[in-house]
Nanobody
């Protein structure tokens, strides 16, 4: 069974930094796109950043220049370096990955979420 396990959330003051990690485990044939999403109270889940297996990245306008997504394909792990954090970045952050469990099929998986709270 495939699992995504996140770590690195917490409480930080505005202007501070946090680094999130998400490791995929289980029977994995391949992982294509990995990404981070977030959901603030009362709001819909939104995409923060995504990265392809080849390293192409895409960021939400609200985090460009502050957040950096990266991945280690050998470790099936994706990271999100968050700098210059703002109170509006407060949310539960979810890891997402498109994982092939066989050569013929893939499925979208989600982590359990990690809380990021930025105080003003």
């Amino acid at each position: 069974q495939v699992q995504l396990v996140e770590s690195g959330g917490g409480l930080v003051q505005a202007g501070g930094s946090l680094r999130l990690s998400c490791a995929a485990s289980g029977i994995i044939f391949s992982i294509t796109t990995m990404g981070w999403y977030r959901q603030a109270p009362g709001k819909q889940r939104e995409s923060v950043a995504t990265i392809t297996r080849g390293g192409s990245t895409n960021y939400a306008d609200s985090v460009k220049g502050r957040f950096t997504i990266s991945r280690d394909n050998a470790k099936n792990t994706v990271y999100l370096q968050m700098n210059s954090l703002k109170p509006e970045d407060t949310a539960v952050y979810y890891c997402n990955a498109d994982i092939g469990v066989t050569v013929y099929s893939s499925k979208d998986y989600w982590g359990q979420g990690t809380q990021v709270t930025v105080s003003s």
